[in-house]
């Protein structure tokens, strides 16, 4: 088993120690999440570990030939390479094997013992790479590029085309195919739509090495960790189980903190009062002095400011109709491609509708028209009797002034009775101490976006239009965004791909994808299991698109004989789906039968079980088919170019 010890890692900016001693040890069972607040040194420990940044001081043990891949939060750019291209970088370890087998080439020519030792080198080199799969590498770099979201004909595109977010997917799709010995994630849902997002999570579920994440998805972390790290003053804590338990765990943890903080006050508080009533009185000196000393090595008690509690409620929602939103027969082209065609639906008073989907389908341009911003449109929108509209764009950070500092541009929405409140509702959303007096012009795009949505938040409405409204908060902020929406009067209708967000609001979700807006009312579970069914279909087209591709012939003998050896092991695996097809096949007629006996199908309870196992089976048959179609058809073709 590979091992990475990590022990006394120190690293210090100037008179700010970012870590302190910094001790943890990972394998390639671990699965831990790295929490902590923002600033607080997370992406600077992962960086550190990579060596990207020099530690004061470290001692660190990593298992011989063992590889660390690191996923940075931003600051990635990309250059001519083509997207296929670029993810293939992740197979340059075996560049030297590769140069290595063109020198034993040419030494087999030469005859002789040399040529005989050249040989064998050459054999065991191939087996090499036999065993690692980079004989599969262009069917692996489909399938990860295809699962995050590319499509064929972005393969051959230079990497530097494309947005940042999506430039950050190539890098991702790079790092995993890079396949480590320990995996190193810093923030990698940020820009990921719920489908990219869902194949990521099932990848990593099935990654055979060590995985350390930060994520600001509880969801996410949720489904993949087994422990967590938390940072907190330079220190490394561990706690076992995922974030939920973590955050059950650290909230008891914090109400003793909060006791034991308030106790230590007061204490503080009357030992300060003797001091400054007996500072001047010699008789005193020696008990002042001794208690001035005492309050010297007093380490104050602190609690993590990324697991305060953190409140926020919205201003009283002014009285609107029952019909919220109508919209009908909407139209929406973008030159030749049509966005929406004959869509129509109704949003009711209190509903929290999500929309979620693919990037790129119309989720934020639906919610431009339902604003009012956009209006190149045809059909008819209507807003419902005494609407009153919040609407928070992702570039709504453009409408801020640059010259105010934060109080002062809260100041120009927040009614007179919440201007007290201001420097607090600040700080929920991540602004603290000195930072509320900045200007708005010093700010980063995330803290722009934070106070934008701030502002939004606090203009009294009765239809929030929401977009992407997590992006940019933490954990704790985005469970404080919720609660507050939870208990807001109005209308909610918002775009995004958080899923615990989603999970834990919506009433209803529109999924916008290829193949159109469908609306789903039963609950989060019930989208994510219609979810999975698309997946599978989309497999099934990912795999036509690959089959389009031209792969280039080879000729070698150490190729043709790995070809060999990939055409036997698709046979076997040809051989257990058939297998498992025959089986299930045999379950499912049990089942019919099961169906027609009388006590059965006389009993609705007993006759639902028995239809929801059958509806089971043929759903993993239906799986095995497509499997055993995408077996042969690569066997197929194997034998074909070996012939």
């Given amino acids: 088993m590979k091992n990475l010890q990590v022990q006394e890692l120190t690293l210090a900016f100037a008179d700010r120690e970012i870590l302190r001693d910094v001790s943890f040890n990972m394998n390639e069972k671990t699965r831990c999440a790295l929490a902590g607040a923002n600033g607080c040194g997370k992406s600077t420990l992962l960086k550190a570990l990579t060596g990207e940044i020099q530690s004061d001081s470290r001692r660190v043990s990593i298992t011989k030939g063992a ?367 000195d930072d509320v007096f900045k200007k708005v012009k010093v700010l980063s795009g995330g803290e722009k976006s934070r106070l934008a949505l701030l502002k939004i938040l606090l203009h009294p409405s009765n239809l929030l239009l929401l977009d992407e409204p997590t992006n940019h908060l933490d954990i704790n902020a985005k469970d404080m965004l919720l609660e507050a929406i939870k208990n807001y009067e109005g209308t909610v209708i918002f775009v995004s791909h958080d899923k615990h967000f989603i999970k834990n609001l919506a009433t209803r979700i529109l999924y916008i994808s290829q193949d159109g807006p469908e609306f789903f009312t039963g609950g989060y579970d019930y989208f994510e299991y219609k979810l999975e069914e698309k997946e599978a279909k989309w497999k099934v087209e990912r795999s036509k698109e690959r089959e389009k591709v031209v792969i280039k012939p080879t000729s070698s003998f150490q190729e043709m004989k790995a070809k060999r050896n990939k055409i036997r092991s698709l046979e076997k695996e040809l051989e257990s789906i058939s297998k498992e097809i025959e089986s299930l096949e045999n379950e499912i007629s049990l089942l019919d039968g099961e169906t027609e006996k009388s006590e059965v199908y006389s009993v609705p309870e007993k006759i639902k079980s028995v239809m929801k196992k059958k509806e089971e089976k043929e759903r993993i048959l239906e799986e095995k088919e497509e499997q055993w179609l995408e077996k042969s058809e690569e066997l197929e073709a194997l034998n074909g170019e070996n012939n």
């Fill in 67 to 433: 590889r660390i891949s690191y996923l940075p939060q931003s600051d990635i750019v990309l250059g001519d390479k083509s997207v296929y291209d670029t993810a293939e970088e992740g197979y340059a370890r075996f560049q030297s094997i590769l140069d290595e087998i063109k020198t034993c080439e040419e030494r087999t020519e030469c005859g002789g013992k040399e040529a005989m030792n050249a040989a064998e080198r050459l054999s065991e080199l191939h087996e090499t790479l036999v065993d690692s799969g980079y004989w599969d590498r262009k069917s692996r770099i489909e399938t990860i590029l295809m699962g995050l979201g590319f499509v064929v004909s972005d393969f051959s595109r230079p990497a530097k085309e494309f947005s940042g977010g999506y430039q950050m997917r190539i890098a991702l799709a790079r790092i995993l195919v890079e396949n480590p010995d320990f995996l190193l994630l810093d923030e990698p849902t940020n820009y990921l739509d719920i489908e990219a997002m869902t194949w990521l999570e099932d990848y990593l579920k099935g990654f055979n090495g060590g995985l350390m994440i930060v994520s600001h998805d509880q969801e996410f972390l949720d489904d993949l960790v087994t422990e967590v790290y938390e940072l907190f003053n330079g220190k490394l804590t561990r706690y076992a189980g995922n974030y939920t338990k973590y955050t059950e765990t650290r909230n008891m943890e914090i109400e003793a903190l909060e006791k034991a903080r308030k106790k230590q006050e007061e204490e503080m508080e009357k030992t300060e009062e003797f001091i400054e009533r007996f500072r001047y009185k010699a008789t005193k000196a020696k008990q002042v002095q001794s208690r001035i000393k005492m309050m010297e090595k007093i380490e104050t008690i602190e609690v993590p400011g990324h697991l305060k509690k953190l409140h926020f409620s919205f201003p009283p929602s002014p009285h609107s109709g029952n019909d919220v939103m109508v919209v009908e027969n909407l139209e929406k082209k973008y030159g030749d491609n049509t966005i929406y065609k004959d869509f129509s639906f109704l949003v009711s008073k209190g509903e929290r509708l999500a929309i979620t989907g693919r990037n790129g389908a119309g989720k934020s341009t639906l919610l431009r028209i339902l604003a009012g911003v956009d209006k190149e449109y045809s059909g008819l929108v209507r807003d419902g009797a005494g609407v009153i509209k919040g609407y928070f764009a992702q570039d709504t950070e453009k409408t801020l002034n640059p010259d105010n500092d934060l109080i002062e541009e809260l100041e120009t929405v927040a009614d007179t009775k919440d201007q007290p409140r201001l420097r607090n509702m600040l700080g929920a959303f991540l602004f603290s101490d």
